[in-house]
């Protein structure tokens, strides 16, 4: 018998005897995958400032390290106790492989020191942007603040999904370090998400409001973001069914009687398709006055669109498809919007009944947005099943399809249904009049 040989991976292939982990349990923070990036790459890629290690040192974004230098500055001479920005430095060094397992790329290629000083230097320059905008009056000199143009495309490129660092990292430089006299809120998330407070449908200001989205859960800005437009309660994700993966367009649905709201107060994903039972069978009445009862009502929170809607979107459905491939919500969302607008004349319906507002050049523009943005995504369920299938009920129902076209010839609005009331009741009176008369005769 031949002792026993201790084999090694090198016998059969040369390759490491290690790897390490494609993805550690705690990344977070992607690489946009190729086959969106080529759809449209503008969308993924920072314009003027970057933030943690993708996009670090990239020439065309030099310009804002001199900016961020000098938010250092300001930032250090607000401190009282400067050497609490010392120990929070520290805390970086201890946690330093921690926070690059945040990222999906190694950066092997950068020391530990010029890492923990890239992210000291840009939580330090986020945390006083955001102490900045929080007061903005103060600030009359600051370009960064007071010009538009600028802090919009500083907040688009801080919602990119490979522009993020962890924003414990910010968490922990607002509590230990940021001086309490300065402080608006107790916590670092809320002030973020007064600061992206323009990218909500929905603008809560008082905090029982704010908790409704699930903002303590979020691991950067492109995740507080999908969670300020989850609502408060998620129907479960479902597998689609044939009969489910489509939905009628905006205008067939409202040839069959179903008619598009606008609603306020609710998060941008709270979608609701309402009908009553036994009125509904009586659509023609919906559009009298007070007559809500008769109408089957698909309920929408206002989507803003303006140049860049399409971006935020585009990243979130990015990181969905990374980080929460059995939840996206996002990208259901995305997916129903896209099945009910499928030309210009889908637009022109959804922007009328405000369900949709855009700053495009035209509703043409709007649809091809719409209709771009599914490229390339990969979802098996959705957390819209119910309401697909009850709008795909609706709309096959041969009764409520009368119903809706009489509506949509005789009933459209007030105007031609009082029209169409007073035709009925002229007929009526000339027929009752006729068997009058020729009672009377015959």
Not at 226 to 249: A, D, M
Request: glycine fraction near 2%; hydrophobic fraction near 40%.
């Amino acid at each position: 018998m031949g002792s026993a040989v201790e084999y090694h991976i090198q016998h059969i292939i040369n390759i490491p005897e290690e790897i390490e982990p494609a993805l550690w349990p705690e990344c977070c923070i992607y690489k946009v995958p190729s086959n969106l990036l080529k759809v449209k790459e503008e969308a993924y890629t920072p314009l003027l400032i970057s933030i943690g290690p993708v996009h670090h040192k990239k020439e065309v974004l030099k310009e804002m390290q001199e900016q961020k230098q000098r938010y250092f500055h300001f930032f250090w001479k607000r401190l009282v106790n400067k050497y609490d920005l010392v120990q929070y430095k520290a805390y970086l060094e201890q946690e330093e492989q921690k926070i690059r397992r945040c990222y999906q790329n190694k950066f092997t290629n950068m020391s530990n020191q010029e890492f923990v000083e890239m992210i000291l230097l840009d939580a330090v320059f986020i945390m006083e942007l955001f102490l900045r905008e929080a007061k903005r009056w103060e600030h009359k000199d600051d370009y960064l603040v007071t010009q538009r143009c600028v802090g919009k495309s500083i907040q688009r490129d801080l919602l990119l999904l490979e522009n993020q660092i962890p924003i414990m990292v910010l968490e922990k430089l607002y509590d230990r370090v940021v001086p309490s006299n300065v402080k608006k809120h107790s916590r670092f998330l809320k002030l973020a998400h007064e600061y992206f407070r323009s990218y909500y449908p929905h603008q809560y200001s008082s905090d029982s409001k704010f908790e409704l989205c699930k903002w303590e859960e979020s691991l950067h800005f492109t995740d507080l973001i999908r969670n300020s437009y989850l609502p408060k309660k998620l129907s479960s994700q479902q597998p689609y069914s044939e009969k489910e993966s489509v939905l009628r367009t905006a205008t067939k649905l409202n040839e069959a009687g179903i008619s598009f709201e606008n609603v306020h107060d609710r998060s941008l994903l709270d979608i609701k398709f309402e009908k009553k039972r036994f009125f509904s069978w009586f659509l023609c009445l919906g559009c009298l006055p007070c007559c809500k009862l008769f109408k089957a009502r698909f309920q929408f929170p206002q989507l803003k669109v303006d140049h860049t809607t399409e971006c935020v979107l585009r990243n979130l459905i990015a990181f969905e498809q990374c980080h929460y491939p059995e939840e996206p919500y996002i990208c259901n969302y995305v997916f129903l919007v896209d099945s009910l607008i499928h030309t210009k004349d889908d637009a022109e319906l959804m922007v009328e009944k405000e369900a949709i507002v855009h700053e495009l050049g035209s509703d043409q523009e709007l649809a091809n947005l719409v209709n771009d943005l599914c490229k390339h995504v990969v979802t098996s369920s959705t957390c819209y099943h119910q309401i697909m299938e009850d709008v795909n009920q609706h709309y096959n129902n041969d009764w409520k399809w009368a119903m809706g076209t009489l509506r949509w010839v005789y009933f459209r609005d007030p105007w031609r249904s009082s029209s169409t009331i007073v035709g009925i009741a002229v007929l009526i009176f000339t027929v009752f009049n006729f068997y009058r008369v020729a009672s009377l005769l015959f």
